[in-house]
């Protein structure tokens, strides 16, 4: 069986939390941290590049020592240090660092000092009170852990999609290179939708030899079971634990098939009630007229919604809620896309806790064709990220200051900087006074009470040197809930401060979600849209932040990242309470 870069990922993630627990130096943790985002990260196969004998050193991030790890995996499927860790530590402490809020020290204490070895023993060990023996967890601290444990357990096995994306991609790109019966391969469902997480891949094909093109996907070396092997579809279940359902379309109907199969189902059934009105109906096959009987087909979703009088929405909106109304106006609105964006706002260096330069970063966001970009290493606070202390953090300020002649693109001098637990920030305000652009963030302290982190966030966003919240709920998809919190209070909060919320582009992030992005689009607060690159192939995660922002319904004018260097130096200029004026000017102008 194939060995993903995911897998190898995954134990050098395992290595340096066992690592940590040992007690070996930072540095050391952080090469295996940095090794490990670099491998989920990269593009061509290890495997492939081990098979072909190629020197791993030249990827950065990767030096002799991991070079000599995933070669020993792929060529024993062992890693012998990995394993030594494994024995030299207790049972479970892999297990527990799974739960959110119990890091590597905290779960090398229970499993040594409590033998718990399991999540189910992690609960007995809540419910008699034994958890409250181990040093640093407090009544608030176990109610939290054991929130966490029964949201892990009732957690709908859905896959982030992040992980989904890559998957639906790669399956495509391996029939379209052994099946030359294909004309065309389109994705569906909540993949197409770009929803958060997906519960199965949807493929429709228009194919010359659909029995052979089945065939073939169910002989494919990613598929572990074969659930159906007919004639129009067939489905399987791939070694990741996916379902993946391929069907066949006829080119003549395909607009409708796939239609209806992106779904949502509350968008289908209000696009029924929709055409119902109007004497029509609406099927997988195409749309019927009522009172006779004929049907017409559809090769393309566009002549399918306009033949009902509307027209086309994109996947994105397809949510059930307003679209078919939005779909109405007559007045054209493009959704924003990737192409809009003219500068990134949230990037990091191997100053602190990101993998490529400084250099490479900059020249990265050029070629894309942004006009500017802002350097954001993390603030001190941030001990594990390797953050900047006040006079690392000044000479970054000289450092920056001589790369812009070297540059054309404009770089912007910046901190992520933490958001302590009381709402200040992590820096004094004479050195923040000299950054363009502050991100502040919530890194620590997740477990707070929802006033107290509301008032949290708000203190921050009072600030006058803080430009965007970052991430704002802090959580991480399927692994950390978001942090409790008044999400009404905290969007007022931004609009009449004129502070700029964060959507996060990472796909394990993707926070602010689209409900919320929705409400902010609704209520005029400024949102960003940022990658929170610790690496240059970070950029190209900005897809994932545009998929938020247009299942939140906005346009260019609603994102502050889309103005020119211009207008956007004009509006972090001046002081805060004047940036709404600008942003709502801005608006303005791009919907006239």
């Given at each position: 069986?194939?060995?993903?870069?995911?897998?190898?990922?995954?134990?050098?993630?395992?290595?340096?939390?066992?690592?940590?627990?040992?007690?070996?130096?930072?540095?050391?943790?952080?090469?295996?941290?940095?090794?490990?985002?670099?491998?989920?990260?990269?593009?061509?196969?290890?495997?492939?590049?081990?098979?072909?004998?190629?020197?791993?050193?030249?990827?950065?991030?990767?030096?002799?020592?991991?070079?000599?790890?995933?070669?020993?995996?792929?060529?024993?499927?062992?890693?012998?240090?990995?394993?030594?860790?494994?024995?030299?530590?207790?049972?479970?402490?892999?297990?527990?660092?799974?739960?959110?809020?119990?890091?590597?020290?905290?779960?090398?204490?229970?499993?040594?000092?409590?033998?718990?070895?399991?999540?189910?023993?992690?609960?007995?060990?809540?419910?008699?009170?034994?958890?409250?023996?181990?040093?640093?967890?407090?009544?608030?601290?176990?109610?939290?852990?054991?929130?966490?444990?029964?949201?892990?357990?009732?957690?709908?096995?859905?896959?982030?999609?992040?992980?989904?994306?890559?998957?639906?991609?790669?399956?495509?790109?391996?029939?379209?290179?052994?099946?030359?019966?294909?004309?065309?391969?389109?994705?569906?469902?909540?993949?197409?939708?770009?929803?958060?997480?997906?519960?199965?891949?949807?493929?429709?094909?228009?194919?010359?030899?659909?029995?052979?093109?089945?065939?073939?996907?169910?002989?494919?070396?990613?598929?572990?079971?074969?659930?159906?092997?007919?004639?129009?579809?067939?489905?399987?279940?791939?070694?990741?634990?996916?379902?993946?359902?391929?069907?066949?379309?006829?080119?003549?109907?395909?607009?409708?098939?796939?239609?209806?199969?992106?779904?949502?189902?509350?968008?289908?059934?209000?696009?029924?009630?929709?055409?119902?009105?109007?004497?029509?109906?609406?099927?997988?096959?195409?749309?019927?007229?009522?009172?006779?009987?004929?049907?017409?087909?559809?090769?393309?979703?566009?002549?399918?919604?306009?033949?009902?009088?509307?027209?086309?929405?994109?996947?994105?909106?397809?949510?059930?809620?307003?679209?078919?109304?939005?779909?109405?106006?007559?007045?054209?609105?493009?959704?924003?896309?990737?192409?809009?964006?003219?500068?990134?706002?949230?990037?990091?260096?191997?100053?602190?806790?990101?993998?490529?330069?400084?250099?490479?970063?900059?020249?990265?966001?050029?070629?894309?064709?942004?006009?500017?970009?802002?350097?954001?290493?993390?603030?001190?606070?941030?001990?594990?990220?390797?953050?900047?202390?006040?006079?690392?953090?000044?000479?970054?300020?000289?450092?920056?200051?001589?790369?812009?002649?070297?540059?054309?693109?404009?770089?912007?001098i910046g901190s992520e900087v933490d958001i302590r637990a009381d709402g200040t920030l992590d820096y004094p305000d004479d050195l923040l006074d000299e950054l363009d652009i502050v991100v502040a963030s919530v890194h620590s302290a997740m477990g707070q009470h929802s006033d107290v982190m509301t008032q949290r966030?708000?203190?921050?966003?009072?600030?006058?040197?803080?430009?965007?919240?970052?991430?704002?709920?802090?959580?991480?998809?399927?692994?950390?809930?978001?942090?409790?919190?008044?999400?009404?209070?905290?969007?007022?909060?931004?609009?009449?401060?004129?502070?700029?919320?964060?959507?996060?582009?990472?796909?394990?992030?993707?926070?602010?979600?689209?409900?919320?992005?929705?409400?902010?689009?609704?209520?005029?607060?400024?949102?960003?849209?940022?990658?929170?690159?610790?690496?240059?192939?970070?950029?190209?995660?900005?897809?994932?932040?545009?998929?938020?922002?247009?299942?939140?319904?906005?346009?260019?004018?609603?994102?502050?990242?889309?103005?020119?260097?211009?207008?956007?130096?004009?509006?972090?200029?001046?002081?805060?309470?004047?940036?709404?004026?600008?942003?709502?000017?801005?608006?303005?102008?791009?919907?006239?």
């Amino acid at each position: 069986m194939a060995i993903s870069n995911l897998q190898i990922a995954n134990i050098f993630t395992d290595m340096a939390a066992l690592l940590e627990i040992k007690g070996e130096s930072v540095f050391k943790v952080r090469a295996y941290q940095r090794a490990a985002n670099t491998i989920e990260n990269l593009e061509d196969s290890l495997e492939g590049l081990v098979r072909a004998k190629s020197d791993l050193k030249q990827i950065s991030g990767i030096g002799k020592a991991i070079n000599d790890k995933i070669y020993e995996y792929i060529e024993t499927a062992h890693i012998s240090a990995y394993e030594r860790l494994l024995e030299e530590l207790p049972e479970g402490v892999l297990t527990l660092m799974t739960v959110p809020y119990i890091g590597p020290k905290t779960a090398y204490l229970v499993a040594t000092q409590l033998g718990v070895k399991s999540l189910e023993e992690l609960e007995a060990a809540i419910l008699d009170n034994r958890l409250l023996t181990i040093d640093g967890i407090g009544d608030r601290t176990c109610q939290i852990i054991h929130r966490s444990l029964l949201e892990m357990r009732v957690k709908d096995q859905r896959t982030p999609i992040g992980e989904a994306l890559p998957i639906a991609h790669s399956i495509i790109d391996q029939l379209e290179t052994v099946c030359d019966d294909i004309v065309s391969l389109h994705i569906a469902g909540s993949l197409r939708r770009w929803e958060e997480t997906i519960g199965d891949i949807d493929i429709i094909a228009v194919c010359r030899d659909p029995k052979n093109l089945l065939k073939v996907f169910t002989e494919l070396e990613c598929v572990s079971e074969i659930l159906v092997l007919g004639d129009k579809k067939s489905s399987v279940i791939i070694d990741s634990g996916i379902q993946v359902d391929l069907r066949i379309a006829d080119t003549a109907a395909l607009g409708a098939m796939v239609q209806y199969f992106t779904g949502s189902q509350q968008h289908n059934i209000r696009l029924r009630d929709y055409a119902k009105a109007k004497g029509l109906s609406v099927n997988e096959y195409g749309i019927t007229e009522v009172s006779t009987g004929i049907q017409e087909t559809f090769a393309d979703e566009t002549a399918l919604y306009n033949r009902l009088g509307l027209r086309y929405i994109p996947p994105e909106l397809r949510l059930g809620l307003d679209e078919v109304e939005w779909a109405q106006d007559p007045i054209e609105c493009e959704l924003i896309t990737e192409a809009d964006l003219l500068g990134d706002l949230h990037v990091h260096t191997d100053w602190s806790d990101g993998n490529d330069s400084t250099e490479v970063m900059i020249e990265t966001a050029s070629d894309l064709g942004y006009e500017y970009i802002a350097i954001t290493d993390h603030s001190a606070g941030l001990g594990v990220a390797s953050g900047l202390s006040v006079d690392r953090l000044r000479d970054r300020l000289l450092d920056i200051r001589k790369l812009q002649d070297k540059f054309s693109i404009k770089i912007f001098i910046g901190s992520e900087v933490d958001i302590r637990a009381d709402g200040t920030l992590d820096y004094p305000d004479d050195l923040l006074d000299e950054l363009d652009i502050v991100v502040a963030s919530v890194h620590s302290a997740m477990g707070q009470h929802s006033d107290v982190m509301t008032q949290r966030l708000i203190s921050a966003m009072n600030h006058q040197a803080v430009t965007i919240v970052g991430h704002l709920t802090t959580r991480i998809i399927g692994q950390r809930p978001p942090v409790q919190c008044d999400m009404e209070r905290i969007l007022e909060e931004a609009k009449r401060t004129g502070t700029a919320l964060e959507i996060n582009s990472s796909p394990e992030r993707l926070d602010l979600k689209d409900i919320h992005a929705r409400l902010a689009r609704q209520m005029g607060v400024p949102l960003v849209v940022n990658t929170d690159s610790h690496d240059k192939l970070g950029f190209l995660q900005r897809k994932y932040g545009i998929a938020v922002a247009r299942r939140a319904g906005c346009l260019t004018n609603h994102v502050v990242n889309t103005m020119s260097l211009d207008r956007f130096t004009s509006y972090i200029s001046c002081p805060k309470p004047d940036r709404d004026a600008i942003f709502v000017s801005y608006a303005m102008a791009r919907n006239n």
